[in-house]
């Protein structure tokens, strides 16, 4: 569905836009796993995929998740979208369902550290991956060769807030035919709409940005409708069939939903619909109080480095500011003094101390010794990553007030 109207007014009428029951301006929650049919020729039409639009087993998806799918197709303007349980479950869906032995996948070395780890499993299963710094498109060209089917990069990299060479990759990919696929977790599609610099498909963990409130899990694959499936080798033949938009997407959610069962649930799919429609206030907010802190950290005498796009020392601040709306609520900085990070974190007051990301609430983690431990250190020294590097995911409490948080645990850590 395309539309002259704003973001957010297109995201608060999305359900009653799609079609609601019974007059609620909120798609219900539709809790049944099975769906019944007046005729058997139905019944099996869905199964041979001759009849459209009607849902068989809700491990494939409901009429809840159909309507969160509507709405994100819509922000990301894409062609379709399949929801997940999770971010990783969307992740996996996309490598394990479009990839084969033999295939060879080029993806930034700056990437989630669960990312990271699934890249193991690729080679385990006989698909070769390629890690390199993307934020130069000749580290992707060099890396490519007769068996790479894919390129996959994050929006901006978490904890280190590289940003790839988006229009670069985008360019390369069309010009090799290879699927260009990209984390757009972070940035959100209010702030940065991947397709814009050529992206086939499109990964979120709904939980962040877009569901935004720490309470409820949740994953998609968005189809920017850019890439040319009739192209593409691994889809099976007995999804080449219809609308050729489509074929990565069918195969994605029977693979992924029907066979590997990374299903989101109805009531989670309500939350994030929910949370989405404050997701532009809430990138506005996060990411104007994000560079002010960022700006207050860079000039503290504590602080070795600050890792934020949206300063002007950001190795790639130019491409930020000529492709993102704003720069988002992810931030991390490294301690002059590292054996002092982890007493600086204790002291801490606003903070949350926790593993994740995307919260009303500012939340807080040492870096090396957690999400990135398991990497291991040569892994981490690759990345850029030290002993002391913090980061944080800004929340929605007033600026002064975290920058005074920061101000007191810096001066007693």
């Given at each position: 569905m395309t539309s002259h109207r704003g973001f957010t007014t297109d995201v608060v009428h999305s359900d009653k836009a799609f079609g609601s029951e019974d007059g609620s301006v909120h798609k219900a929650i539709h809790t049944s796993t099975q769906y019944g049919f007046d005729k058997v020729e139905d019944?099996?039409?869905?199964?041979?995929?001759?009849?459209?639009?009607?849902?068989?087993?809700?491990?494939q998806g409901t009429p809840t998740t159909a309507a969160l799918e509507a709405k994100l197709t819509q922000m990301e303007a894409g062609v379709g979208t399949v929801s997940f349980a999770s971010g990783m479950a969307a992740i996996c869906g996309v490598f394990l369902t479009l990839l084969r032995a033999g295939d060879h996948l080029v993806a930034s070395r700056a990437v989630f550290g669960n990312t990271n780890s699934i890249f193991?499993?690729?080679?385990?299963?006989?698909?070769?991956?390629?890690?390199?710094?993307?934020?130069?498109?000749?580290?992707?060209?060099?890396a490519i060769t007769p068996a790479t089917r894919m390129v996959f990069v994050e929006t901006l990299s978490n904890p280190g807030t590289q940003i790839a060479d988006l229009e670069g990759i985008g360019r390369l990919c069309r010009e090799r035919g290879l699927l260009f696929v990209v984390d757009n977790t972070i940035l959100s599609p209010y702030l940065f709409r991947p397709g814009s610099t050529g992206a086939g498909l499109v990964v979120h963990s709904l939980t962040k940005s877009i569901c935004g409130h720490g309470n409820a899990l949740g994953g998609a694959v968005v189809d920017?409708?850019?890439?040319?499936?009739?192209?593409?080798?691994?889809?099976?033949?007995?999804?080449?069939?219809?609308?050729?938009?489509?074929?990565g997407l069918t195969q994605i959610r029977k693979k992924g939903l029907r066979d590997m069962g990374g299903t989101l649930s109805a009531q989670h799919a309500h939350a994030i619909s929910v949370g989405a429609e404050t997701l532009a206030l809430r990138m506005r907010q996060t990411s104007a109080a994000t560079l002010e802190i960022a700006r207050y950290l860079e000039a503290h005498p504590a602080i070795a480095k600050v890792y934020y796009p949206?300063?002007?020392?950001?190795?790639?601040?130019?491409?930020?500011?000529?492709?993102?709306?704003?720069?988002?609520?992810?931030?991390?900085?490294?301690?002059?003094?590292?054996?002092?990070?982890?007493a600086f974190i204790d002291r801490l007051q606003l903070a949350v101390k926790a593993t994740g990301l995307g919260d009303t609430r500012t939340l807080v983690i040492p870096v090396a010794h957690t999400i990135f431990w398991e990497a291991g250190a040569a892994v981490r020294a690759q990345m850029g990553i030290s002993d002391g590097m913090v980061r944080l995911s800004v929340g929605l409490e007033e600026t002064a007030d975290l920058i005074a948080d920061l101000r007191q645990a810096l001066e007693r850590a």
């Open positions: 019944l099996i039409g869905v199964f041979q995929g001759t009849k459209k639009g009607a849902y068989v087993y809700s491990r193991g499993t690729l080679g385990d299963l006989g698909i070769g991956v390629s890690r390199v710094d993307a934020s130069e498109v000749e580290h992707v060209a060099a920017t409708g850019l890439f040319d499936w009739s192209a593409y080798p691994n889809i099976s033949e007995v999804y080449r069939k219809g609308d050729t938009r489509q074929w949206g300063l002007s020392s950001h190795p790639q601040h130019e491409r930020a500011q000529k492709h993102f709306l704003a720069a988002g609520w992810l931030l991390s900085f490294e301690l002059k003094n590292a054996d002092a990070c982890l």
